[in-house]
C-alpha cells in the first residue's frame, strides 16, 4: 500500500530522515511515534507529497510518487491534520463536498455521501451549514474527517489529528475514531507524540528517532521487549506504562480474535 | 508582463479618450494673466469660425512648452525671458532675431510682442522695506537673516534664483519654495520677508508692496508674446492672423488691470477676456455662463472618468501581479520593489515624463493614476495570499485541488478582504490624486482647486476640495457595503463562544 524505501530528507543541512525503509500494511493502522524532531511528521508529509525525498522513493500503491501520478494518487488519500485544516470560508458542507464538486458529483450523490458520513461521525444536522469559527474543536474534528474520508480513500494520513483537543474530548474522539477505522478498514498512517494515544490506536507501532526507526512491531512488543535503551526510556518517560500496557493488552484482544 | 499589462493599459487610455477633437486647442499656464490671454485666444479664434479649446491653467512652463512641440496644443501666451533663459537656455541666444529663428527650426512661431511686460522683481512689505531701507536687490546682502519665499519654478530656473544669488552674492539661507499665490498671503502675514513677484501682478498695488530696483541688471525683458505651431498655417488657415491681431494691443496698464479685475473684483477670466476682446478689438463676444450645478455635475463626471478608469485597469494588472508575486517570492519582491518606487514618484514630475508619450489631459492623467493605484491593490493581494495558512494551502493541496483551483477554490476566497482593502486604499487615494490632473488639463475637481489657489478664493477651492472629499467617502462606503458581498460570510464571523462540546 504504502512503503518508503531508502528515504532520506534534510531540511538546510539538518538530517531529518536518514534512510527510512518502512512498510505500511493495506487495511491496519500505522502509528508513527518519538520525541518531537524525530522525523515522523516527515514521513506523513512525503506521503502527502507536500515534499519530495532527497533520495529513496516512496510508493503508493505499488508506484512511485512522482510529479505525473501526485493528484491522482492523492485524490486516493485523506487527509487530516491537528487544527483540522477546514477552510474557514466555507461552511462544513462546502468543506466536505469541495472536491467531489471539482470532480463533477452530481448534487444527489454528494449530499448522500455526505450524509453518510455526517451519521459515521456523528456530526448533528444543526451543524452541517456553519462555518468552521462557529463549530467547537470537537466538531471541527470530526468535519475534517468527513472531508477526508469523501471521496472514500484508499490511505488515510493523519496528522496529530486529536492533538489540539483537551483531554476529555480528546479521549470520546479516540475511541470513536478507532471504532470508525476498524469498521472500514483502512490502511491508515497517523503521527502523534503522545503514546497511550498511539497503544490506542495502532495494531502497528513504529518508533523513531533523529530519522531513523528504531524500532516497530505492535504495542505489546515495544512496551514489552523495547530493543534497545532509547525505547524503553521513551516508554518510561510516559505516564504510567504498567496502565498502558494494560490497555494495550485489553485493546489488542478484540482485534486478535 | 508587467510592461506588457501597462503597455495595454496606456493605449487603453489614450483610445477611451472622451473628449471630442477639436480642431485647435489654446494653452496657458496657472497663473491669472496666462490664463485671461489664452481664454481671450480661445474666444478670437472661436469667434473667427474655428473650433477651439481652451486647456487652460496647466502646470508649468515645461508642460506647455512640450505639448505645443507636440501639438497637444497650438498655440499659447509666453514670454521672451522664459524663452531665451529657461525654455532655449543652452542656445545662448542673443537677441529675439536669433530666437525667431531657433523656435522656427522646432516648427513654432513666435508674435510680435504683445505691448507689456511681466517681469520677475523681488518684493518686500513698505514696512519691512522701510524698516531696513531697502532700494535695491544689493541692499539685501545686509540682512542675512530675512526669510525668502519663492515660487517653485522660480528656485529651479536657469533665469530664477540660482543666478540671482551668484549675480548679487546674496547670503540668505533660509530659502523656501511655495506656491506664487501663497506667497503674498506669505509676505502679508510677515511668515517670508521677501518673495518674488511678476511686475503686472495685481497684488502689488492690493498689498502695498515695495519692489527691490534690479540694480544689476539680472532679470531679462519678459515680454509677451503668443507662440503658436507654424502648421498652423496649413491646418488652419487665417488662424495666426487672428492670433497676431494681439500684437502690440496689450499695454502693461491694461494687462495689471485685467488681473486686478480678476483676482481683486472677482469676475472670472472669461468675462476679463471678453472685456479685453470688447475694449482693444471691438469683439462683442457672448460671455458664456455655466450654472453651478451644470459644472459641478461636467466635473464630476471627468473626475469619475479619471478614478474609474485607471482604478479598473489598476484591478485588473494588480490582482494578478499580487497573486504572481505570491507564488515566486523572489519575483515578488522586484514586483513590489519597483511599485513601490514608482509610487514615490512625485505626482507632477510623474505627469511630465508621461507628457511626451502620452500628451497632455485624459491619457497622462489615467496612466499616473493607474501607476499609482498599483501599490496598495499589489500589496494588499501579495500579502493576503501569504498570510493564509500553511496547514490550508496544504490541505488544500492534498484534498487533490489543482493549483488553480486552490487560487480559485480557497486562496482568493480568504485573500478577498485583505484585497479589497487595498482596492479601497487605491480608490481613496486615486480620488486625491486625480484632483492634480487638472494640472496638465484633465480637469475634474482640481480645476476649480487650482483657480482658487490662483484666486486666493476659498470658496472656490471648497468648490473642488468637498465634493472630491464626499466622493472619497462615498468610495469608502461603497467598499464597505462591498465587502458584504465579496468577502465569504465564514471570515466574516466572530469565534464560536464556548457552547457544548460534541
Given at each position: 500500500?504504502?512503503r518508503?524505501?531508502?528515504v532520506r530528507?534534510q531540511y538546510?543541512?539538518?538530517?531529518a530522515?536518514?534512510?527510512?525503509d518502512l512498510?505500511?500494511?493495506?487495511?491496519?493502522?500505522?502509528?508513527?511515534?518519538g520525541?518531537?524532531?524525530?522525523g515522523k511528521?516527515?514521513?506523513?508529509?512525503l506521503?502527502?507529497?507536500?515534499?519530495?525525498?532527497?533520495?529513496g522513493g516512496?510508493?503508493?500503491?505499488?508506484?512511485?510518487?512522482?510529479a505525473?501520478?501526485?493528484?491522482?494518487?492523492?485524490?486516493?488519500m485523506?487527509?487530516?491534520?491537528q487544527?483540522?485544516?477546514l477552510?474557514p470560508?466555507?461552511s462544513?458542507?462546502?468543506?466536505v463536498?469541495?472536491?467531489?464538486?471539482?470532480?463533477?458529483?452530481?448534487?444527489?450523490?454528494?449530499?448522500a455521501?455526505?450524509?453518510?458520513?455526517?451519521?459515521?461521525?456523528r456530526?448533528?444536522?444543526?451543524?452541517?451549514?456553519?462555518?468552521p469559527?462557529?463549530?467547537?474543536?470537537?466538531q471541527?474534528?470530526?468535519?475534517?474527517?468527513m472531508?477526508?474520508?469523501?471521496?472514500?480513500?484508499d490511505?488515510?494520513?493523519?496528522?496529530?489529528p486529536?492533538?489540539?483537543?483537551?483531554?476529555i474530548i480528546?479521549v470520546?474522539?479516540?475511541?470513536?475514531?478507532?471504532?470508525?477505522?476498524?469498521?472500514?478498514h483502512?490502511t491508515?498512517?497517523?503521527?502523534?507524540?503522545?503514546?497511550a494515544?498511539?497503544?490506542?490506536?495502532g495494531d502497528?507501532?513504529?518508533?523513531?528517532r533523529?530519522?531513523?526507526?528504531?524500532?516497530?512491531?505492535?504495542?505489546?512488543?515495544?512496551l514489552q521487549?523495547?530493543?534497545?535503551?532509547?525505547?524503553?526510556?521513551?516508554?518510561?518517560?510516559?505516564r504510567?506504562?504498567?496502565?498502558l500496557l494494560?490497555?494495550?493488552?485489553?485493546?489488542?484482544?478484540?482485534?486478535?480474535? | 508582463?508587467?510592461?506588457?499589462?501597462?503597455?495595454?493599459?496606456?493605449?487603453?487610455?489614450?483610445?477611451a479618450?472622451?473628449a471630442?477633437?477639436?480642431?485647435?486647442?489654446?494653452g496657458?499656464?496657472?497663473?491669472?494673466?496666462?490664463?485671461i490671454?489664452?481664454?481671450?485666444?480661445t474666444l478670437?479664434?472661436?469667434?473667427?469660425?474655428?473650433?477651439?479649446?481652451?486647456?487652460?491653467?496647466?502646470?508649468?512652463?515645461?508642460?506647455?512648452?512640450?505639448?505645443?512641440?507636440?501639438?497637444e496644443?497650438?498655440?499659447?501666451?509666453e514670454?521672451?525671458?522664459?524663452?531665451?533663459?529657461e525654455?532655449?537656455?543652452?542656445?545662448?541666444?542673443p537677441?529675439?532675431g536669433?530666437?525667431r529663428?531657433?523656435?522656427?527650426?522646432?516648427?513654432?512661431?513666435m508674435?510680435?510682442?504683445?505691448?507689456f511686460?511681466n517681469?520677475?522683481a523681488?518684493a518686500?512689505t513698505?514696512?519691512?522695506?522701510a524698516r531696513l531701507?531697502?532700494?535695491?536687490?544689493?541692499d539685501?546682502?545686509?540682512?542675512p537673516?530675512?526669510?525668502?519665499g519663492?515660487?517653485?519654478?522660480?528656485?529651479?530656473?536657469?533665469?530664477?534664483?540660482?543666478?540671482l544669488?551668484?549675480?548679487?552674492?546674496l547670503?540668505?539661507?533660509?530659502?523656501?519654495?511655495?506656491?506664487?499665490?501663497?506667497a503674498?498671503?506669505g509676505?502679508a502675514?510677515?511668515?517670508?520677508?521677501?518673495?518674488?513677484?511678476?511686475t503686472?501682478?495685481a497684488?502689488?498695488?492690493?498689498?502695498?508692496?515695495?519692489?527691490?530696483?534690479?540694480d544689476?541688471g539680472?532679470?531679462?525683458?519678459?515680454?509677451?508674446?503668443?507662440?503658436y505651431r507654424?502648421?498652423?498655417?496649413?491646418?488652419a488657415?487665417?488662424?495666426?492672423?487672428?492670433l497676431?491681431?494681439?500684437e502690440?494691443?496689450?499695454s502693461?496698464?491694461?494687462?495689471?488691470?485685467l488681473?486686478?479685475r480678476?483676482?481683486l473684483d472677482g469676475?472670472s477670466?472669461?468675462?476679463a477676456?471678453v472685456?479685453?476682446?470688447?475694449?482693444?478689438?471691438?469683439l462683442?463676444v457672448e460671455?458664456e455662463?455655466?450654472?453651478?450645478?451644470?459644472?459641478?455635475?461636467?466635473?464630476?463626471?471627468?473626475?469619475?472618468?479619471?478614478?474609474?478608469?485607471?482604478l479598473?485597469a489598476?484591478?485588473?494588472v494588480?490582482?494578478?501581479?499580487g497573486?504572481?508575486?505570491a507564488?515566486?517570492?523572489?519575483?515578488?519582491?522586484?514586483?513590489?520593489?519597483?511599485?513601490?518606487?514608482?509610487q514615490?514618484?512625485?505626482?507632477?514630475a510623474?505627469?511630465v515624463?508621461l507628457?511626451?508619450?502620452l500628451?497632455?489631459?485624459?491619457?497622462?492623467?489615467?496612466?499616473?493614476?493607474?501607476?499609482?493605484?498599483l501599490?496598495?491593490?499589489?500589496?494588499?493581494?501579495?500579502?493576503?495570499?501569504?498570510?493564509?495558512?500553511?496547514?490550508?494551502?496544504?490541505?488544500?493541496?492534498?484534498?487533490?485541488?489543482?493549483p488553480?483551483?486552490?487560487?480559485?477554490l480557497?486562496?482568493?476566497?480568504?485573500?478577498?478582504?485583505?484585497?479589497?482593502?487595498?482596492?479601497?486604499?487605491?480608490?481613496?487615494l486615486?480620488?486625491?490624486?486625480?484632483?492634480?490632473?487638472?494640472l496638465?488639463?484633465a480637469?475634474?475637481?482640481?480645476?476649480?482647486?487650482l483657480?482658487?489657489?490662483?484666486?486666493?478664493d476659498?470658496?472656490?477651492?471648497?468648490q473642488?476640495?468637498?465634493?472630491a472629499?464626499g466622493?472619497?467617502?462615498?468610495f469608502?462606503?461603497?467598499?464597505?457595503?462591498?465587502?458584504?458581498w465579496?468577502?465569504p460570510?465564514?471570515?466574516?464571523?466572530?469565534?464560536?463562544?464556548?457552547?457544548?462540546?460534541?
Open positions: 500500500m504504502l518508503y524505501l531508502g530528507k538546510s543541512g539538518q538530517i530522515l536518514d534512510g527510512v512498510d505500511c500494511p493495506e487495511g491496519r493502522t500505522s502509528v508513527l511515534i520525541p518531537s524532531g524525530c511528521s516527515t514521513l506523513l508529509r506521503a502527502a507529497g507536500l515534499i519530495r525525498p532527497d533520495r516512496v510508493w503508493f500503491e505499488g508506484a512511485p510518487l512522482a505525473n501520478n501526485l493528484r491522482a494518487a492523492r485524490l486516493r485523506g487527509y487530516m491534520i487544527e483540522g485544516g477552510f470560508h466555507l462544513v458542507r462546502g468543506n463536498e469541495l472536491m467531489a464538486r471539482e470532480l463533477g458529483w452530481p448534487a444527489e450523490r454528494r449530499r455521501r455526505f450524509s453518510e458520513l455526517a451519521e459515521l461521525v456530526l448533528p444536522a444543526r451543524l452541517w451549514e456553519r462555518y469559527l462557529e463549530l467547537s474543536g470537537g471541527r474534528q470530526r468535519a475534517a474527517l472531508r477526508a474520508l469523501m471521496l472514500d480513500p490511505l488515510i494520513l493523519l496528522d496529530e486529536l492533538g489540539a483537543l483537551d483531554p480528546r470520546e474522539l479516540q475511541r470513536e475514531l478507532a471504532a470508525i477505522f476498524a469498521r472500514l483502512k491508515v498512517l497517523m503521527v502523534t507524540h503522545d503514546l494515544e498511539a497503544v490506542f490506536f502497528r507501532l513504529v518508533l523513531m533523529a530519522g531513523c526507526v528504531v524500532q516497530q512491531g505492535s504495542a505489546q512488543a515495544l521487549s523495547p530493543a534497545e535503551a532509547f525505547v524503553a526510556d521513551f516508554v518510561n518517560a510516559q504510567a506504562p504498567q496502565r494494560a490497555e494495550a493488552a485489553e485493546h489488542m484482544r478484540p482485534a486478535d480474535v | 508582463m508587467a510592461l506588457g499589462l501597462t503597455l495595454l493599459v496606456l493605449s487603453l487610455a489614450v483610445a479618450e472622451p471630442a477633437n477639436p480642431s485647435l486647442s489654446v496657458s499656464k496657472k497663473f491669472t494673466e496666462s490664463v490671454l489664452g481664454e481671450a485666444l478670437l479664434l472661436a469667434d473667427g469660425g474655428f473650433q477651439v479649446a481652451h486647456r487652460a491653467g496647466l502646470g508649468g512652463t515645461r508642460i506647455l512648452w512640450g505639448a505645443l512641440r507636440s501639438g496644443i497650438d498655440a499659447y501666451p514670454y521672451t525671458g522664459t524663452l531665451l533663459r525654455i532655449l537656455a543652452e542656445r545662448a541666444l537677441d529675439l536669433a530666437l529663428a531657433a523656435l522656427a527650426e522646432q516648427g513654432i512661431r508674435s510680435a510682442p504683445l505691448g511686460e517681469t520677475y523681488l518686500v513698505e514696512a519691512t522695506g531701507g531697502l532700494e535695491t536687490i544689493s539685501l546682502r545686509a540682512h537673516d530675512l526669510r525668502l519663492f515660487s517653485s519654478e522660480f528656485l529651479d530656473r536657469g533665469d530664477g534664483w540660482p543666478g544669488k551668484v549675480r548679487y552674492r547670503p540668505q539661507t533660509r530659502v523656501q519654495g511655495l506656491d506664487h499665490d501663497l503674498y498671503r509676505l502675514t510677515g511668515r517670508i520677508d521677501v518673495t518674488v513677484v511678476y503686472t501682478d497684488e502689488i498695488e492690493r498689498y502695498g508692496l515695495r519692489l527691490l530696483d534690479d544689476r539680472y532679470f531679462d525683458d519678459y515680454q509677451a508674446v503668443l507662440l507654424a502648421d498652423l498655417a496649413e491646418r488657415p487665417g488662424a495666426a492672423v487672428l497676431r491681431r494681439f502690440g494691443l496689450i502693461e496698464p491694461v494687462m495689471a488691470s488681473n486686478g480678476v483676482k469676475i477670466e472669461h468675462q477676456a472685456e479685453l476682446l470688447q475694449e482693444r478689438l471691438g462683442a460671455a455662463t455655466v450654472g453651478f450645478w451644470q459644472r459641478l455635475w461636467q466635473r464630476t463626471a471627468e473626475h469619475l472618468g479619471l478614478v474609474a478608469v485607471s479598473s489598476a484591478i485588473l494588480a490582482v494578478p501581479l497573486i504572481v508575486a507564488r515566486r517570492p523572489r519575483l515578488g519582491q522586484v514586483l513590489l520593489g519597483v511599485t513601490g518606487v514608482l514615490t514618484v512625485p505626482s507632477l510623474l505627469f515624463f507628457i511626451p508619450l500628451g497632455i489631459g485624459w491619457p497622462p492623467s489615467v496612466a499616473a493614476l493607474f501607476v499609482y493605484s501599490l496598495p491593490i499589489l500589496r494588499n493581494t501579495h500579502a493576503g495570499l501569504i498570510d493564509i495558512p500553511r496547514p490550508i494551502r496544504e490541505s488544500a493541496d492534498v484534498i487533490g485541488l489543482t488553480n483551483a486552490r487560487l480559485r480557497v486562496e482568493l476566497p480568504l485573500a478577498a478582504r485583505a484585497i479589497l482593502a487595498g482596492i479601497k486604499t487605491s480608490a481613496v486615486n480620488v486625491g490624486t486625480a484632483t492634480l490632473a487638472a496638465i488639463g480637469g475634474g475637481y482640481g480645476q476649480p482647486i483657480t482658487g489657489i490662483r484666486l486666493d476659498v470658496g472656490l477651492i471648497m473642488g476640495a468637498v465634493p472629499a466622493l472619497a467617502l462615498a469608502q462606503g461603497l467598499f464597505e457595503f462591498g465587502e458584504h465579496v468577502v460570510r465564514g471570515l466574516r464571523l466572530r469565534p464560536a463562544t464556548a457552547g457544548p462540546q460534541d
